[in-house]
């Protein structure tokens, strides 16, 4: 049973902080932000962008791109942020309600900067046992930038954290665009390393560690040591994994749809994969929106035609906690039929 793309829909804010601006907040060199970090600018909220609205709004433009009728939808599942308007809160049936999904029923998902792929696997696996669900949106937003503190040097590597949203309109049957297979990794032994400290159980929020409700590496030598020696290898697992279920080998790639990264990292799996850099998009200008990059990098191939019939697509996600994870996808219409 095939399950398409039907159409994807990206909102992005208008407010954008400048590689330069990060610069000077954070007291480093242009240079190390523009090239070593790949951040030329990126998205930052507006005073209206909240979460489940910036997913309300990517959710809007997919369905109008898609031309179908919102009452057709038969679930939602909120793939944005757990930040979000409000601290315990469906954001997925408020989505549902402003998009007119009446007919649907939602739950949020979550796996950090992971969530899209993970969904996409979870939507595809539904769709398939449930002969009542055949209109399937993954929608939400994303502004965990709002956690990032400039002075802080062990958030170095987070200083790319956008803004935006992004949604994906899922149908059973559709002949296009067609998910594949997915693999996912998960990595426990990082599951505490980046937290935000205060604001939970452990630390409720007070007026005395407000200083403490923001991102922060617990222990910045020792992950940066073990996520060296795992990082690169799990991307490329995931990627290979994923290929290999689908039929398909690293050969078969036409586009690698990367999240945002350090620009030594995203060219090194290119190498390994033997792609050239015009089988990808950088989004230095963009920065990175969490698990929004891989519907950001589809719409973004398409618009520079860099996608047709028949491309075999991998989608590519990695998210604090760690997990890693890429789904294959067969793009247009299978060629020969």
């Known amino acids: ?69 919102p ?13 979000k308007e409000y601290p315990l809160w469906t954001a997925g049936i408020k989505l549902q309600e402003e998009i007119g999904a009446y007919n649907a029923w939602a739950f949020d998902a979550a796996l950090r900067c992971g969530t899209t792929i993970m969904a996409l696997k979870v939507a595809k696996s539904m769709m398939v046992s449930d002969p009542n669900i055949n209109t399937v949106l993954l929608a939400g937003g994303y502004r965990n930038g709002d956690f990032i503190d400039y002075s802080n040097k062990r958030t170095q590597f987070m200083f790319n954290l956008g803004a935006g949203g992004g949604a994906i309109l ?12 997915s693999k996912l990794i998960t990595d426990g032994s990082f599951s505490e390393d980046v ?12 007026e005395h560690n407000l200083s403490l409700h923001k991102l922060d590496v617990q222990d910045f030598e020792g992950m940066k040591t073990r996520l060296e020696q795992k990082s690169m290898n799990h991307f490329l ?60 990098s589809l719409e973004l191939a398409q618009k520079e035609g860099k996608l047709k019939d028949g491309d075999i697509v991998v989608l590519v996600s990695a998210g ?18």
């Open 71 to 83: 009452l057709e939808i038969d679930l939602v599942i909120y793939i944005g942020e757990e930040h």
């Open 170 to 181: 899922l149908q059973k049957g559709y002949e296009r665009n067609v998910i594949l297979e």
């Open 195 to 206: 937290v935000v400290k205060a604001g939970g159980t452990k630390h409720p929020l007070t």
């Open 237 to 296: 697992k995931v990627i290979r994994t994923s290929l290999s279920e689908s039929g398909y080998t690293e050969k078969d790639i036409q586009y690698l749809g990367l999240l945002h990264m350090k620009r030594s990292a995203h060219d090194y799996v290119l190498k390994e994969l033997g792609l050239s850099k015009e089988q990808s998009i950088y989004l230095e200008e963009y920065g990175h929106i969490g698990q929004m990059d891989q519907i950001l």
């Open 1 to 69: 049973m095939q399950i398409g793309i039907i159409s994807t829909g990206i909102y992005l804010p208008e407010t954008v902080i400048t590689g330069e601006k990060i610069a000077r907040l954070a007291g480093i060199p242009k240079e190390i932000v523009e090239d070593k970090m790949g951040i030329k600018k990126k998205t930052v909220p507006g005073a209206d962008d909240h979460t489940c609205v910036m997913g309300v709004h990517a959710a809007k433009k997919a369905i109008s791109k898609a031309r179908i009728n």
């Open 320 to 337: 604090i906690g760690y997990a890693w994870g890429a789904t294959t996808i067969r793009w247009g219409k299978e060629v020969g039929k």
